[in-house]
C-alpha cells in the first residue's frame, strides 16, 4: 500500500516553457502531498506543502508565482514550473502523507526536468 | 549545530558485510524516526519508521534508536549488491508532518 505516481518521469522542454508535473496517490487519501527539489548528490529540498482545497505553503527562497501548487484532490496535486529556465533543471519529487500514513511521507518516483 | 548530522560517505563494503548507518539529532522534539532507501534516480522509498527507543526489525533491516543519546542507526545484515543506494534518516515531531532529513549516506556493496 501507500503508492505514489508521479508524471511524466522525464521531461526535456525549452527554456520559457511552463511545464507541468501530476502526482498522484494511488491508494490512500493524500490530505498533505510535499514538493521536494533535489540537485545531484543533494539531500531532498523541500520546496512547498500543500493541503487539499487550500492553498500551497511555500518555503523560503521558492517563488510562488514560478512554482504553482494545486492540490485540487485527497489523490491529485499538481506543480507547474512556469517559464522554465535551465537553472530550474533538477530532479522534483512529490510525497504525500494521509490516512494510515500520517506521520511519515511516500514519495514518487520523481521527474527529471531538463531545460535547454 | 545542524539539526541532523548525517555523513554523507560513500561508504564501500563487500558483499555479505554487516553495514551500520547512522544519524545524530539535536531536536528534543523529534519523536518519530525513519530511514528511507533512495536508488540513484529515483523517489526515496520508507524502509524502516519507528515511534519509540529500542530495537526494530525488518528482514535484514533493524532500526535503532537511542532517544537519550539522540542517535539512531540502521544496520543491514548480509548485504547486497542490490543494496546499494543513498540511505536518509528523517525525523518529525509529534505536532509536523513535515520531516527533517539527513544529507543521506551513499552504501557501496560490491561483489
Known amino acids: 500500500g501507500a503508492v505514489v505516481s508521479q508524471h511524466p518521469s522525464r521531461v526535456i522542454c525549452k527554456s520559457g516553457t511552463s511545464v507541468k508535473i501530476e502526482c498522484r496517490s494511488l491508494?490512500?487519501?493524500?490530505?498533505?502531498m510535499f514538493w521536494y527539489r533535489q540537485f545531484p548528490k543533494q539531500s531532498l529540498m523541500l520546496m512547498a506543502t500543500?493541503?487539499?482545497?487550500?492553498?500551497?505553503?511555500?518555503e523560503q527562497g521558492v517563488e510562488k508565482d514560478k512554482f504553482l501548487i494545486n492540490h485540487a484532490s485527497l489523490t491529485l496535486s499538481t506543480l507547474t514550473v512556469t517559464s522554465a529556465h535551465p537553472e530550474d533543471s533538477s530532479f522534483y519529487i512529490c510525497?504525500?502523507?494521509?490516512?494510515?500514513?500520517?506521520?511519515?511521507?511516500?514519495f514518487g518516483p520523481g521527474t527529471r526536468l531538463l531545460v535547454l | 549545530q545542524k539539526e541532523v548530522e548525517q555523513d554523507p560517505g560513500p561508504l564501500s563494503v563487500p558483499e555479505g558485510a554487516i553495514v551500520s548507518l547512522n544519524c545524530t539529532y539535536s531536536?528534543?522534539?523529534?519523536?518519530?524516526f525513519m530511514w528511507y532507501r533512495q536508488y540513484s534516480r529515483k523517489g526515496p522509498e520508507l524502509l524502516m519508521y519507528?515511534?519509540?527507543?529500542g530495537n526494530k526489525e525488518d528482514g535484514r533491516f533493524t532500526a535503532q534508536v537511542d532517544k537519550s543519546s539522540k542517535y539512531i542507526s540502521l544496520f543491514i545484515r548480509d548485504s547486497q549488491p542490490s543494496d546499494s543506494a543513498t540511505y536518509l534518516c528523517?525525523?518529525?515531531?509529534?505536532?509536523?508532518?513535515?520531516?527533517?532529513f539527513g544529507r543521506g549516506t551513499s552504501l557501496i556493496v560490491h561483489p
Open positions: 531536536n528534543s522534539a523529534f519523536q518519530y
Open positions: 519507528t515511534y519509540s527507543s
Open positions: 500543500s493541503n487539499e482545497g487550500s492553498k500551497a505553503t511555500y
Open positions: 528523517a525525523f518529525s515531531s509529534g505536532g509536523s508532518y513535515i520531516p527533517t
Open positions: 510525497s504525500a502523507s494521509g490516512g494510515r500514513a500520517l506521520q511519515t511521507q511516500y
Open positions: 491508494d490512500f487519501q493524500a490530505t498533505t
